[in-house]
């Protein structure tokens, strides 16, 4: 019902408050998209003649060649966005051009950014995306006097889980498209139409989708050759199959688009953009939860595999679904290629949100055929286990086998990235063969009865607990926390941790109750659009409206940016970044005093209600919007 009147709201909720930022889009956006490269032309994977060096798994002692080629370009090309960025931090008596200039012949010197993606569903994608939006130098009024643009654009590594990592597929296959495009789609593309659920399939208007049916009949035939090519089907396959509809911008939702294509795309293979990464977790068969220890698995652009001391792999993603075993494929067996289809790839670290769909399957208009198939898995696989990825054959089967708990096994299951209660994808980025400075990690868990996050999500091991968050957080204010260096260990003794420091947190919103549940699977557009722009001011601190804090926080982020490589050169920090550090920074004790009645988080607007200015703003939103104005609390962290 709002769909007509969404472009009008933001359009002139720019105009009511020139002082928020809109996330606006120049007309005539095209949205390209990655590379239908399956050798079957569908969604089965298909038999491909293998390379005259076979492929192997190799060992995660280090970066993929490919991955450390690849850095030396990218790192080159943030150099520039990199002087912009700083420029418009502001930073008193900071030179940004003379200070990388003097240190760009040697690149390790220079500040390597990364950027984390929650899950939390729709939600994470929204919220996330307009933090995206925000960070984009290509978005209308990302470059404002308080705007963060150009921090994608300085960014080597872009990491998603679950919900975030739809948000991360999204971007990449469509020609890392900019959120505002993404949004707006293409006339009678589905592209980010989250109006109509996937049970239902898009609008009949659509690019290819004449009803619900046909939708289903399309998905299923799909999943069937899967099958019919000699592969266990699990229902991350109808999953990941009814997801890309609405994420990929292609003829229904792009069977055979695959995640290593990633590798082979220009804009990426230029290192123009961050390089991509999805997280999912690997759970023992007939495991019933998953161990928080359980083994965390990445998929990059030219890999699928584990940093962890368990697996310590990586397996050519182009290759997957060959029969490797102890880490090559013997001479005898196929190599074998599509398998790394990408909605099952995006489907693979959500897989938690099967369960939802299905939970629902048949209340909706999908035909029986389809929900037969479906049920006969789950009673194949038991109810437990409907969360599940089908990696079969395993490709890490007889590798590692003195430590790899799958090692025996001839399928590999793997779950949603979340599922282990790490709902940030730290974990690929906490790497020290990554040698991160500092990761912008953007929360949208739902931790709260009221879907707000509490910081418990990137919580161990790197800052302290959600008590002390909130007990010492001088909420709304983004307070920069100082986290515990040596807690950054993470399995392997004596590495040093890549990322220490500090951490940010804005817990607040501004224009819209972002705060949906993970389990709300259609939004109307107008929502869509006020939950990214949301996500926008949330990240620029309604682009300097809200405070004290809020006309620092770009000084403070560009700050955070430097302080290592500030560290490295051996360069006495700006006054400036010492301001930002000692009046934001966590002292390091604690306060784990139980918070009495749950957390409930503060509306920044709520609590300036006093100042007449935001309460004027809020009266505006709520006219101009027809939404509830208010806040959507969401977590911003900064991990330096
Ligand atoms: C953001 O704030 C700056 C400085 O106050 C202002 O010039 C700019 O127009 C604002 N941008 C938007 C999109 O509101
Ligand atoms: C992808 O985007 C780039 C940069 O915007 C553009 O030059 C290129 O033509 C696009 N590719 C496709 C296939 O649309
Ligand atoms: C890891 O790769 C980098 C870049 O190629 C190289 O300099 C380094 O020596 C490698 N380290 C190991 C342990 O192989
Ligand atoms: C996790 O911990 C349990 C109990 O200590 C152990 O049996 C299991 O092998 C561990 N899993 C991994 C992947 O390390
Ligand atoms: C892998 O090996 C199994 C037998 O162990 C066989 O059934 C299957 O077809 C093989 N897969 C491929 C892709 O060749
Ligand atoms: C399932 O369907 C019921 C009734 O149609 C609806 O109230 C509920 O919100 C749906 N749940 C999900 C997860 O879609
Ligand atoms: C934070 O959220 C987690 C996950 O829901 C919950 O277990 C924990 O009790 C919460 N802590 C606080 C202090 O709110
Ligand atoms: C969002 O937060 C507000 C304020 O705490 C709460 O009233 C509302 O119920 C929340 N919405 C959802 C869907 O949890
Ligand atoms: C580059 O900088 C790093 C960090 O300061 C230093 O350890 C390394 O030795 C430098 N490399 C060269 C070639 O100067
Ligand atoms: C760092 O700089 C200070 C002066 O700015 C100097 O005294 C000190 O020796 C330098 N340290 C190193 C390790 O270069």
């Known amino acids: 019902m709002h769909s007509s009147f969404s472009l009008l709201s933001l359009a002139s909720l720019a105009l009511a408050s020139p002082s928020l930022v809109s996330v606006s889009s120049e007309v005539g956006d095209v949205i390209r998209r990655a590379l239908p490269d399956s050798p079957s032309g569908g969604y089965a994977p298909a038999e491909v003649k293998c390379p005259s060096t076979r492929p192997t798994v190799r060992s995660a002692k280090n970066v993929s060649q490919q991955e450390s080629d690849w850095l030396r370009t990218r790192r080159g090309n943030t150099v520039q966005p990199m002087i912009d960025f700083l420029r418009g931090a502001n930073i008193a008596g900071f030179d940004a051009q003379t200070y990388i200039n003097n240190h760009r012949q040697n690149l390790t010197e220079l500040p390597n950014v990364g950027i984390a993606l929650s899950g939390g569903g729709y939600r994470a994608l929204m919220n996330g995306a307009g933090f995206v939006a925000a960070a984009d130098s290509r978005v209308a009024g990302s470059t404002d006097q308080h705007g963060i643009g150009g921090l994608l654009q300085s960014t080597t590594y872009l990491a998603g889980l679950s919900g975030g990592g739809w948000l991360v597929g999204s971007i990449y296959a469509n020609n890392f498209s900019t959120v505002p495009q993404l949004r707006d789609g293409s006339a009678g593309s589905d592209l980010w139409q989250f109006s109509r659920s996937i049970l239902k399939g898009p609008k009949e208007n659509g690019i290819s989708i004449l009803n619900t049916a046909s939708y289903w009949d399309d998905v299923h035939d799909a999943v069937d050759a899967k099958r019919d090519a000699g592969y266990e089907a699990s229902i991350t396959d109808y999953w990941g199959r009814t997801l890309s509809y609405q994420l990929i911008n292609a003829k229904d939702g792009g069977p055979s688009y695959t995640f290593s294509s990633i590798s082979r795309s220009p804009g ?42 368990s697996v310590f792999g990586f397996v050519p993603l182009q290759y997957l679904g060959s029969n490797f075993s102890a880490g090559s494929i013997p001479d005898n067996e196929r190599c ?43 009673e194949r696989i038991g109810q437990a286990n409907d969360d599940i990825a089908v990696y079969s054959p395993n490709p890490f089967y007889r590798y590692n086998t003195k430590t790899n708990p799958s090692a025996e096994e001839k399928t590999l299951t793997l779950v949603d990235g979340g599922e282990d209660l790490q709902n940030m994808p730290l974990h690929p980025l906490i790497q020290p063969e990554r040698g991160l400075d500092v990761i912008f990690a953007v929360d949208s868990s739902a931790d709260t009865d009221n879907n707000f996050p509490n910081a418990t999500a990137p919580a161990s091991p790197v800052v302290p607990d959600a008590e002390t968050f909130i007990n010492k957080g001088p909420e709304p204010a983004p307070d920069l926390l100082r986290v515990r260096p040596q807690k ?22 501004y224009t819209a109750w972002g705060n949906v549940s993970t389990f709300t699977m259609s939004y109307s557009d107008a929502d869509r659009n006020a939950i990214i722009q949301n996500g926008f001011n949330v990240a620029t601190m309604g682009n300097g409206t809200t405070g004290d804090m809020s006309t620092k926080w770009r000084t403070c982020i560009g700050c955070a940016v430097l302080q290592r490589s500030m560290l490295k050169t051996n360069t006495t920090m700006p006054a400036a970044c010492q301001e930002c550090f000692q009046s934001h920074c966590w002292d390091g004790t604690t306060d784990s005093r139980p918070i009495a009645g749950g957390y409930q988080p503060n509306a920044v607007i709520g609590i300036q209600e006093t100042s007449a200015g935001v309460s004027s703003r809020a009266g505006d939103f709520n006219k101009v919007l027809g939404l509830v104005s208010a806040v959507v609390a969401s977590g911003l962290v900064l991990v330096i």
């Open 488 to 509: 950054l260990h993470h399995g392997r003794p004596g590495q040093r941790a890549p990322a220490a420091a500090h951490r940010v947190r804005a817990l607040m919103a």
């Open 268 to 309: 990426f293979n230029d290192a123009n953009q961050p390089l991509p990464i999805l997280v999912a977790d690997g759970r023992l068969p007939n495991e019933k939860v998953v161990a928080l220890n359980s083994t965390v698995y990445e998929f990059n652009p030219w890999e699928m595999g584990s940093f962890d001391p």
């Open 336 to 378: 074998m290629s599509g398998f790394d289809q990408y909605g099952y790839v995006m489907g693979t670290s959500s897989s938690l949100f099967n369960q939802i769909a299905l939970r629902n399957i048949s209340s909706e208009k999908v035909p029986s055929f389809v929900t037969n198939a479906i049920e006969g898995l789950i």
